[in-house]
Every structure is written in structure tokens, then in C-alpha cells.
């Protein structure tokens, strides 16, 4: 489309939603489309102003806590800041009742780095009447407005005897100014036991540390030193993997805490025959799928799902001696387009998955990825990209030593007989 259409196809849009008469899924696509190809000024009046969102019902704060997602999402990667009465049309949302609405707005006044809103920002980072969510996008908020005084703060919400969900929070944006702090703050958090270790909050925990450079190795050797719980080590473990992504380092230390050998022997076609035969005899099927989900293997697979690799039929395509090899030795074989893609932008971001390729991005220069835990892809402009690198099969070796041998056998057994005729 030229830009003549384009402009012609955007003015089109906007008097639609002037006219009043599409429904609200109508309107929440064409704003969508306006957001995603408008200038500063569009971004302003059909996402960031209340009055789009008004109607004889009322305000529909739910619809405009889903367009203020969208435009977080279209700031970001356009790097736009409009030009315009920011902290006007800012303010009246960040005291909004609706909590998304709230967080949405305190999100994007750091961002754009709006000073006029810092007193409020503070404010709602410091309440103990707001949920823990609006609260966060405040710690964040604080962070992106590089306020000098956030760190002693975080640092004083990330400590005992603050709820678990809220120190979480703190130690997320605390990663990104003061990663040490941070991963002593989380291993702290996490050696209070599993009681303490909700599977969210920790995913969400190693996904702020494993988005920041060096930060799965800072969190690494403060859970070094943490004495985890080996019931504790299992629930982390299993955060981790849910996060979809990769990192060897944490995964030995979580594993060392669950006393496994972490040491995967060395490649021998005898003893693989071995283990698929005795999976046979002995694996038990359902034990297998229900360690399979415990896992948190479905984060990156499906079984009878949309999410790639599926595995719904992997019985029949592979015997039981690749599964095993597969398990055991995941970066031997990794299939055509499930090499694992780790991109550092220039905002100090790392991003994973796997890299998919269109025209477009083939020309331009782009980095266009596949999240692990999902079909969402991420363009990723090649003069944001610091670093591109490639990470191997986004499943560890060693997996497989958190295992007993019969949970190894009972796995493999239920594998090997998915999409098989019972």
C-alpha cells in the first residue's frame, strides 16, 4: 500500500469511529489499526484519551485498559514520545479505579518519562491500598524515569516482611538498576520456602533476570549460597522452564539443590537402546503425562495444541531411541527451525526464540522471533540489535537428571506413545 492509501485508508478509519456507529469489537480493531501506523498525535487522542472510550453506558474501562496494552506495546517499539499535554491526559488515569487502567498509565508515564506525574508515581508505588499490580507498573515507572531514589526504595519493598507478591514485584524492576541487589533480595525470597514461592511470581522473577545481561548469572550465585529446599528447588524449577526460556547456569544451581546428578553422560547408542527398551517394559504412560505437565514442559510444547513443537503425534514420527536421545541430548539433532535465537537490543533487553524469516525482514535487516511459549512474534528492528547469537535447543541438557530412573522410563514411555493406536 502506498502512502496515499495508507493515509487515505487511516483518515477512513477515523471517521468511522467520529461517526459512532460501529460496535465495540469494531471499534477496538480500528483503533488497533490507528495505533499501529498513526503519528504522535493519533496515539494521543485514540489511545491515551478517555473520551474514545465514552459512551451513553458509560466508560468502558476495560476496553481502554486493552488499548492502553496495545499502545505500551506501539510506543516502545516505535520509540515514539508525541508532542502534546502528556501529564493532562496521563493524570486522570492514574488514579482511575480500574487497576489495568491504572498500571497501563503509570507504565507509560515512565516511559515517556513525564516529571510532572513522578509525585503521583511515587505515591502509588508507596500505597498499601493499591494491588500489587498497579503497584509493580509504579516500580517500573520509577525505573524507566531513572528517579535516583528508586533503587533504596525497591530495595525496602523487595525485603522481609513484605508479602511475597509485592517483594517479587520490587526485586523485577530492581533487576534492571542494581541486578546483585536484586538476586540476593530473590534468593532470599525464594529460601523461605515453597509456601512463600508462588509458580507466577517466580516465572515472573527469572523472566526480569534473564532479560537483563548478565542477570541469570547474578541470580545463579545468589541461589548458590541460598540453601534451597529441595521441595522449593522443584516448584523454582519448574518456574523457570515455564518461562520458555533457556539458561544452563540456573538450572545446574536449581538442580544441585535437588541433590541430581546435573553431569548428563556422554553420548552412547548402547545405553540409548537400553532405555527405550526398558521404558517399554516399565515406563508407566499416565505416570509419564503427568510428570510431562509437572514439568512445565508444556511451555514450550503442546499435545494437541497450536504451540510448535507440537508433540501430538511424536510416537509415530520418532522411535523411542530418538525420544530418548532427545531427552538426554537435546542439542544433537535440533530440528530445522528450532535453533533458539538470543537477541541483546540497544535498550539493554534480551530478547529468545526462535527466529522465523519473511521477505521483509530478509531485505531489511530485521530480526523477526517466535516466543517459546507461544505462536507471537517479535520484529525486532536491525538498528535496535546489539548483539544476535545463537543458543541451541531452548531445552537444557540435564533436564533429565531431576528425574528417577522410573520417571525417566514412565516419560519416555508416555513420548513414544503419543499418536499411536491404542
Request: net charge negative; glycine share 6%; charged share 20%.
Amino acid at each position: 500500500m502506498n502512502e496515499s492509501g495508507g493515509n487515505d485508508v487511516l483518515e477512513g478509519l477515523k471517521k468511522l469511529l467520529d461517526s459512532k456507529v460501529l460496535s465495540s469489537e469494531a471499534r477496538s480493531a480500528a483503533i488497533s489499526a490507528i495505533l499501529a501506523v498513526g503519528d504522535g498525535e493519533d496515539l494521543l487522542e485514540y489511545g491515551l484519551d478517555a473520551l474514545q472510550f465514552k459512551a451513553s453506558s458509560g466508560y468502558d474501562a476495560a476496553a481502554h485498559a486493552k488499548t492502553l496494552s496495545q499502545l505500551i506495546e506501539v510506543v516502545r517499539f516505535r520509540k515514539l514520545r508525541p508532542e502534546g499535554d502528556l501529564a493532562r491526559l496521563l493524570s486522570p488515569l492514574l488514579t482511575q479505579s480500574h487497576s489495568q487502567v491504572q498500571a497501563n498509565a503509570l507504565t507509560l508515564a515512565g516511559i515517556w518519562q513525564v516529571s510532572e506525574t513522578e509525585q503521583r508515581v511515587f505515591a502509588a508505588a508507596s500505597s498499601d491500598q493499591l494491588p500489587v499490580q498497579v503497584r509493580a507498573a509504579a516500580f517500573g515507572a520509577l525505573v524507566d524515569m531513572q528517579e535516583p531514589s528508586c533503587r533504596d526504595l525497591l530495595g525496602a519493598y523487595a525485603e522481609a516482611p513484605n508479602p511475597p507478591a509485592l517483594r517479587a514485584a520490587a526485586v523485577r524492576s530492581l533487576v534492571e538498576v542494581d541486578a546483585d541487589a536484586a538476586a540476593r533480595h530473590a534468593a532470599d525470597l525464594f529460601a523461605r520456602g515453597p509456601s512463600e514461592v508462588q509458580l507466577s511470581n517466580a516465572s515472573a522473577v527469572f523472566l526480569a533476570f534473564l532479560n537483563h545481561p548478565g542477570g541469570g548469572e547474578a541470580l545463579a550465585s545468589a541461589l548458590q549460597t541460598a540453601r534451597l529446599e529441595p521441595a522449593t528447588a522443584k516448584q523454582l524449577v519448574r518456574a523457570l522452564f515455564s518461562t520458555g526460556r533457556s539458561d544452563k547456569i540456573l538450572f545446574d544451581v536449581l538442580s544441585q539443590s535437588l541433590g541430581a546428578r546435573t553431569k548428563t553422560p556422554d553420548f552412547n547408542a548402547a545405553y540409548v537402546q537400553q532405555v527405550a527398551a526398558d521404558a517399554r517394559k516399565q515406563g508407566n504412560a499416565n505416570e509419564g503425562s503427568l510428570l510431562f505437565n509437572s514439568l512445565a514442559c508444556t511451555s514450550c510444547h503442546k499435545v494437541g495444541g497450536a504451540t510448535a513443537p507440537d508433540l501430538t503425534a511424536i510416537g509415530t514420527t520418532l522411535s523411542a531411541e530418538r525420544i530418548v536421545e532427545e531427552l538426554l541430548w537435546p542439542n544433537r539433532q535440533i530440528k530445522e527451525g528450532y535453533t533458539v535465537v538470543q537477541v541483546l537490543t540497544d535498550s539493554g533487553k534480551i530478547h529468545q526464540g526462535y527466529e522465523r524469516h519473511t521477505k521483509a525482514s530478509q531485505a531489511s535487516g530485521d530480526v523477526l522471533i517466535q516466543k517459546l511459549d507461544s505462536q507471537e512474534t517479535l520484529l525486532i528492528k536491525r538498528e535496535n540489535i546489539e548483539e544476535t547469537q545463537t543458543a541451541g535447543s531452548p531445552m537444557p541438557t540435564g533436564l533429565t537428571s531431576v528425574l528417577t530412573q522410573t520417571q525417566l522410563l514412565d516419560l519416555i514411555r508416555y513420548l513414544s506413545e503419543l499418536g499411536q493406536l491404542k
